[in-house]
């Protein structure tokens, strides 16, 4: 039986699929049963910079700070009470997730400034976190903020967290970066354990008849796997982080293509939203069976195979590929 195990930011892995963050570990019953079905670890859903400034009165100083300029933007974001857990509980969950299963825990904080909430990482640590995942979903929407300053707020977040706790930190990013490899290397240098990419940009539809801005939360397809796909094939070599693949992955094939590319581990989200995290089985019983058909016995023999890595000239390799590509096209 080919051998699937794998190694994740320092965490040794049975298997690469890990359950992205999602309502799926909002309880934890939810936690237990993604364990049961196999999944390797789970990264709780996020709690957010937002709710931690409420609880600790710093929300108005946030809104009116850096990068959220508005007067009273308040009026925009949930209520106190329409979040899962505050942040003390989500602190117990941690507490309690420990104690219920005998897999990893990676617990998720999302926010974009440097600020107090940062120290809400120790209590995480200390809940018993096998792993912190920073996920930073910032969509800049001012004509003066340039790209360099977003790289700095997140480079200046990542190393106040690493100061504050020694367990392994997860960077979550968008593919919106101009210069990907250039801001990697910086994050990897900075003490990112790992690269998680990418996070979905949610796009509010447009309802005509009402004339209003629709908000929608869609799941993934199986084709969104091929953006990060592509990004961690060629940032696969250049930092000595891990990698999590994210978005897209809702088959055995999409395994393994991440881990082809350079993935160390498959996070999967939409495909058990959609069918059940039973389906957590299928895709481990699955990878080893393909694995067998293919010849392939074990997953470190094919990690980064098909990455840029052993490319001389990656630049070159990317445009000549785009070029023929559109060459080629009616003759294939
Ligand atoms: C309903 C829903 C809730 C999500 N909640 C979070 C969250 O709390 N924190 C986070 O970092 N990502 C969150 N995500 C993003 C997923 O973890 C994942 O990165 C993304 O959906 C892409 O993976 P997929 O194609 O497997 O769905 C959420 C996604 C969905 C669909």
Known sequence: MADIKTSFMGLELKNPIVPSASPLSREISGIKKMEDAGAA???????????????????????????????????????????????????????????????????????????????????????????????????????????????????????????????????????????????????????????????????????VERKEVQPSISLSKPEDILLPLRWIAILYGQVDCSFALTSGVHSVDAVLKAVMAGADIANVCSFLLAEGVEKITELIENTESRMDELEIDSLASIKGALSLESYVEPTAFERSSYIKLLQSYGRI
């Open 41 to 207: 670890a789970v990264v709780l859903y996020s709690l957010f910079e937002e709710q931690i400034a409420m609880e600790t009165g710093e929300f108005s100083n946030l809104l009116s700070s850096g990068a959220l300029s508005l007067a009273d933007a308040s009026v925009y974001f949930p209520h106190r009470h329409e979040y899962p857990r505050d942040p003390e509980a989500y602190v117990d969950h941690i507490r309690k997730a420990k104690e219920a299963v005998d897999i990893p825990i990676i617990a998720s904080m999302n926010g974009t400034s440097k600020g107090g909430w940062l120290e809400f990482a120790k209590q995480i640590e200390q809940a018993g976190a096998d792993g912190l995942e920073l996920n930073f979903y910032f969509i800049p929407t001012s004509d003066t903020l340039l790209g360099l300053d977003i790289e700095t707020i997140y480079l200046d977040i990542l190393k106040s967290v690493k100061k504050i706790v020694s367990i392994p930190i997860a960077v979550k990013l968008s593919p919106f970066f101009t210069a990907l490899p250039n801001f990697a290397v910086r994050l990897d240098e900075t003490g990112a354990d790992a690269l998680v990419l990418f996070n979905r940009f949610y796009q509010p539809d447009i309802n």
